[in-house]
């Protein structure tokens, strides 16, 4: 695991371990970023993201950590953020699915999506955002999806966390505007996944036929996205949401 510097641009992304957020991990530190990101189960995974990282010559460290903890978060950005690195970028990927059709679905399960899949965007957001302040600069990215823009059977609680982000996103650029902190949203279609890739051949089938360019995206065409947000030629882009999704929902 290679030590972060003080003092160089460093992107925090939560749920960086595998995934989409792996892909955005490395796409991030290709770009010249250190990385620092979060996981909370699974930690070989989160090592082997670090340890690509580094053989490519990059910096990373990962950190366990639950974001939907009010009390964990604030504690991680006390003792690995705060006056240790210079936070440039926060990119909010954590989250977790319990689907269930309505009737069926416990409230344990509806409020454990949104706990992390939201709450935790939002305690991260805060946490940042009192740094990014003071430095006058920060780039924030929130993992929505194309499910918070149009539903989806099965997925209310998925839903509903991810649609609060893109109505979390467009408010924190309001206030944070002023102090130079874009935040913005990309909300990926249908990916292909771990999760994706265990479903039916038929299933795969026919999710890419509703999709208009009748593919799923990738892992790194999302991490391309984040890698644009949170770069210079965004600069003048804020309250946005960027539909990575084949044309899905334009």
Not at 157 to 171: I, M, Q, V
Request: glycine fraction near 10%; include cysteine.
């Amino acid at each position: 695991m290679s030590a972060l510097s003080p003092s160089a641009p460093t992107a925090l992304v939560t749920g960086g371990s595998r995934g989409i957020g792996r892909a955005i991990a490395q796409t991030l530190a290709r770009d010249g970023f250190q990385v620092l990101l979060t996981y909370v189960s699974r930690p070989e995974e989160a090592q082997e993201t670090v340890d690509a990282i580094c053989q490519a010559g990059g910096a990373a460290q990962a950190v366990a950590l639950n974001v939907g903890d009010a009390e964990a978060v604030a504690a991680f950005f006390a003792e690995q953020v705060k006056d240790k690195i210079q936070l440039a970028a926060l990119v909010n990927n954590a989250g977790i699915t319990k689907d269930g059709f309505l009737v069926r679905m416990k409230d344990e399960d509806f409020d454990r999506v949104l706990t992390i899949n939201l709450r935790g965007a939002f305690l991260c957001t805060r946490e940042a955002a009192k740094i990014m302040s003071k430095n006058r600069r920060g780039r924030i990215v929130n993992i929505s999806s194309v499910v918070g823009q149009m539903g989806n059977a099965g997925q209310v609680n998925y839903a509903a966390a991810k649609a609060g982000l893109l109505g979390l996103t467009k408010s924190c650029a309001k206030e944070l505007a002023a102090r130079n902190i874009t935040v913005n949203a990309v909300a990926p279609g249908f990916i292909e996944t771990d999760m994706t890739a265990a479903l039916p051949d038929d299933v795969r089938a026919a999710y890419a036929e509703a999709i208009p360019l009748k593919r799923m995206g990738t892992a790194q065409e999302i991490a391309d996205a984040v890698s644009f947000l949170v770069s210079d030629k965004a600069a003048y882009i804020t309250g946005q949401v960027l539909g990575v999704n084949g044309g899905m929902y334009c």
